[in-house]
């Protein structure tokens, strides 16, 4: 008995810095989680900006090859190509529907991509793949803490 009452006597004089070390423990854990999750949202955040700025470039790309035929300069099928795959690079890292977006991105780019200029459906679902990236990428900004 006497063995119960000293543990006993020694939580009682103690309670105040068992709780304190409680109570940091929990705060370094909370606040670890907190910084990773800050961190990741950072990251999607920076990734989901530059997905979007390669495909507003892509997007002209798309522009100048079918309004203006300009398959030389402002419309060339290798700056696409290059934005493209940029864009399916980058988006590998991010959550959400976007890696499935610019994966299908770069499958119609690499169908239609010879078509652009003449021909208008290719256009179409070029332009239409490209909304899809931008709708899915919106969504996951949307969607970070």
Not at 21 to 49: D, F, P
Not at 61 to 77: F, L, Q, S
Not at 95 to 113: M, R
């Amino acid at each position: 008995m006497p063995n119960k009452v000293r543990i006993r006597e020694q939580l009682q004089r103690n309670a105040v810095a068992l709780i304190s070390l409680v109570i940091a423990i929990s705060s370094l854990g909370y606040n670890t989680w907190r910084n990773e999750v800050s961190e990741h949202n950072r990251n999607q955040r920076l990734i989901s900006m530059e997905v979007l700025r390669n495909a507003g470039e892509l997007q002209q790309v798309v522009y100048h090859r079918h309004w203006e035929m300009d398959a030389e300069d402002k419309g060339n099928p290798l700056t696409g190509w290059a934005l493209v795959l940029t864009i399916k690079d980058l988006s590998q890292v991010l959550d959400g529907d976007v890696p499935a977006s610019a994966t299908q991105l770069w499958k119609v780019w690499d169908e239609d991509w010879q078509g652009l200029g003449p021909d208008r459906d290719s256009y179409d679902r070029i332009i239409a793949a490209l909304g899809e990236v931008r709708k899915d990428t919106h969504a996951l900004l949307q969607s970070l803490d």
